[in-house]
């Protein structure tokens, strides 16, 4: 007959073996690139989808492979570039998680090429053509920003640079706001959807959606990460890039979000030290809110590529 202690032991470790079970799935789930390539597309069974295919469809035809870069560590990273007449400056434009650059990026790509802005389109890290095992929320992929950027430079030499991402990509372009390297000429930042820090998505995603509580589900994720990626969720955040970034922020969230909270953003617009702009729209859902509201949307982007470029030009005759 088993004792009280037997048994007890027995229960923990199937507790643990379970917890660490739902953790290993949960991991695979969001980190690796095998299953992020079974996520639904952008926009499907709302009233733009017609519209963003179309978008994607001019989007690739008018982007031109420009190779690979070598990242931090040695993954070869794949770059697209269009190149709109009489450009003024280029965006440096970045998808989100799960996402594709031709679809993540249809529909504000062509205002963008209207508007006389060339534009560098990015397979993040574990995604399209670039390689990778896993993706990190932002945390190589603001290294790998910065890398773009600086090959930008080297290749084109822009006057100006704005970066521009949609949730991950957000969150991508923000963290890269505060990380060494990231050149001069960076003007702007726009940043749609965004969330505040890795760990933050990922423990609101594990509550929200399967009401998996964050401790000490978190707490052992995080091990996971660190031991198969090399990073921990907490070792990077828009909240410390914050206390490094010189660069003007335009930060835009729909109301209606389901993914991907608003008060993130709000929490972003917060803890930013710069010139800062925060438009939500209302009734957007989630990477949505140039198709619910682009007359909004547009007329803001516009206002802040406009005073970004006044302060640049400023900043650029004093050095400051």
Not at 106 to 119: P, V
Not at 232 to 248: C, E, I, Q, R, Y
Not at 283 to 293: E, F, M, Q, R, T
Request: aromatic content about 14%; hydrophobic content about 40%.
């Amino acid at each position: 007959m088993k004792t009280y202690k037997q048994v007890l032991i027995g229960a923990s470790a199937s507790v643990a073996l379970g917890l660490y079970g739902a953790t290993r799935y949960f991991f695979n789930a969001a980190f690796e690139r095998k299953t992020l390539e079974k996520f639904p597309r952008l926009g499907k069974g709302s009233p733009w989808e017609e519209e963003i295919e179309e978008g994607r469809i001019w989007l690739k035809c008018h982007a031109v492979p420009v190779g690979t870069i070598n990242s931090f560590d040695g993954l070869k990273l794949s770059g697209y570039y269009v190149e709109a007449p009489n450009a003024k400056r280029t965006i440096v434009m970045c998808h989100g998680w799960r996402g594709s650059w031709e679809r993540d990026l249809a529909g504000i790509s062509k205002w963008f090429y209207k508007n006389g802005c060339n534009m560098l389109l990015i397979d993040q890290r574990a995604h399209g053509f670039s390689q990778g095992k896993y993706t990190t929320y932002g945390l190589f992929e603001r290294l790998d920003c910065v890398s773009w950027c600086n090959w930008l430079n080297k290749m084109y030499r822009p006057e100006k640079i704005f970066l521009y991402g949609v949730s991950m990509g957000a969150s991508t372009v923000l963290m890269a706001s505060g990380t060494d390297g990231l050149p001069f000429n960076v003007a702007g930042i726009i940043a749609d959807c965004g969330f505040s820090s890795p760990y933050d998505i990922i423990a609101y995603t594990g509550w929200n959606i399967a009401h998996v509580p964050e401790h000490p589900f978190m707490d052992v994720l995080n091990l996971m990460v660190r031991r198969r990626i090399g990073v921990g969720l907490k070792s990077f955040s828009v909240a410390d890039a914050m206390k490094n970034n010189t660069t003007p922020l335009l930060l835009i969230h729909g109301k209606e979000d389901e993914f991907v909270p608003f008060g993130m953003s709000i929490e972003n617009y917060n803890e930013s030290n710069q010139d800062t702009s925060l438009l939500l729209i209302d009734g957007a859902n989630h990477c949505l809110s140039y198709y619910v509201d682009r007359k909004n949307y547009t007329k803001t982007l516009k206002e802040f590529i406009i005073k970004a470029e006044k302060d640049f030009k400023t900043r650029d005759l004093y050095g400051t």
